[in-house]
Every structure is written in C-alpha cells, then in structure tokens.
T-cell receptor, first 115, second 113 residues
Framework: DTAVSQTPKYLVTQMGNDKSIKCEQNLGHDTMYWYKQDSKKFLKIMFSYNNKELIINETVPNRFSPKSPDKAHLNLHINSLELGDSAVYFC??????????????FGNGTRLTVT | KNQVEQSPQSLIILEGKNCTLQCNYTVSPFSNLRWYKQDTGRGPVSLTIMTFSENTKSNGRYTATLDADTKQSSLHITASQLSDSASYICVVSAEEYGNKLVFGAGTILRVKS
C-alpha cells in the first residue's frame, strides 16, 4: 500500500550502460516528478509530468529520458551512464496545482552508483 | 550561493529537549514555504506548508514560523523523540523561477537518549 513506489532501490552499474528506474503512485495524483539528490543533499527537479504531458524539463542531459505511459507511472531511462550520474533519484507526485500549491509525496529513492 | 540557507548544518540534542532550526531565503517573491522531514534512506515527508500571509503553522510537536519581511522561517520541535532524528529540509516556492521549488541542504538532527 506504498503511496509512491520506485524500483530498484539500489542500482550499481558501469559507465556507458543504459538503465531505467520505474515509479508508480497510487494516490490518484495527476502530476509526477523526478528529482535528483546530489552528494551535498540538495534536491533538484529534473522533470515534471501532468497527465502524461511533460511540463517541466530542466537543464538535464538528453541522455535522461522520462516516459509516462499513464498518469500513475513515470519512468526514467538513462543512456550512456557517466560517473557524475551517481546520485539518489527520487520520484514524487502531487495533486492538481503542481509543486507550488500541493505537498509533494516522495518515493524512497533509488541510489544509483556508476563505476 | 544557494537561495535557501539552513542552519545549523547539524545538531545533536537529548531526548525530551526542544530545538529550533533556521531557514533564510533570498528568493522573492515567493508563493509558499515548506518544511520536509527526511529519514535516512527514505524520501522527504511534508511537515508544513505556509503561504506568505501565514505566520505560524503547527503539526503535532512541530511548529513552523514565517517572517516574510525578513525572509526567515524556523521549525521548532517540542519534546524531541528519538524518531525525530532526520534531516529537515526547508523548501521555498519561488515565483522568479516559475514557481519551482528551491530546496535547502537541510539540517541533520540527531536525538540521543
């Protein structure tokens, strides 16, 4: 009955590989996000989808591609992984009004380590 | 320099004691200010959301205050418990950034018995 669930929790891979992180929410929210938490613990938004449509696309390398098959799912695919991609990636969701009006509900994160 | 600065970076207190965490922001104008609690290995959980017109908001033993004039907020934790050990993150919704959320680096609180 987890509200926002993402898999896998840990991901260790080598440079150059392609990997995906999956996210699902059962809160009925129509907006979903991907955040990156770096080693300094700052959370920065990467992407935001509202009802399967991309509404926020921050300055993120185009190796990162989000995909939203429906409003309950937002997956993140990363091509040609680099050492600097190592971080914790959080999926989140919110109700209508987006991140500036509604509280965000976060998943528990995926710790990506690129070797 | 980050637009949301939190202090202290870390804090250790004894169980049962109170503590206050600080957040100063420079973004202007802003829509709202939030406090999140992030347990180790977990995602952040919302504690409070305050608009610029609200001075204080409580959630159980957590009380957040906001002074929009001085651009300062504080999170006061009363009668701390071991389970309060976590990172507390201040987040500002900044109109100048298209209402995107700007996160502070957090204050790491450790409550010991």
């Amino acid at each position: 009955d987890t509200a926002v669930s993402q898999t896998p929790k840990y991901l260790v891979t080598q440079m150059g590989n392609d990997k995906s992180i999956k996210c699902e929410q059962n809160l009925g929210h129509d907006t979903m996000y991907w955040y990156k938490q770096d080693s300094k613990k700052f959370l920065k938004i990467m992407f935001s989808y509202n009802n399967k449509e991309l509404i926020i696309n921050e300055t993120v390398p185009n190796r990162f591609s989000p995909k939203s098959p429906d409003k309950a799912h937002l997956n993140l695919h990363i091509n040609s992984l680099e050492l600097g991609d190592s971080a914790v990636y959080f999926c989140a969701s919110s109700s209508y009004g987006g991140q500036w009006r509604s509280p965000l509900h976060f998943g528990n994160g995926t710790r990506l380590t690129v070797t | 320099k980050n637009q949301v600065e939190q202090s202290p970076q870390s804090l250790i207190i004894l169980e049962g004691k109170n503590c206050t965490l600080q957040c100063n922001y420079t973004v202007s104008p802003f829509s709202n200010l939030r406090w999140y609690k992030q347990d180790t290995g977990r995602g952040p959980v919302s504690l409070t959301i305050m608009t610029f017109s609200e001075n204080t908001k409580s959630n159980g033993r957590y009380t957040a205050t906001l002074d929009a004039d001085t651009k300062q907020s504080s999170l006061h934790i009363t009668a701390s418990q071991l389970s309060d050990s976590a990172s507390y993150i201040c987040v500002v919704s900044a109109e100048e950034y298209g209402n995107k959320l700007v996160f502070g680096a957090g204050t790491i609180l450790r409550v010991k018995s």
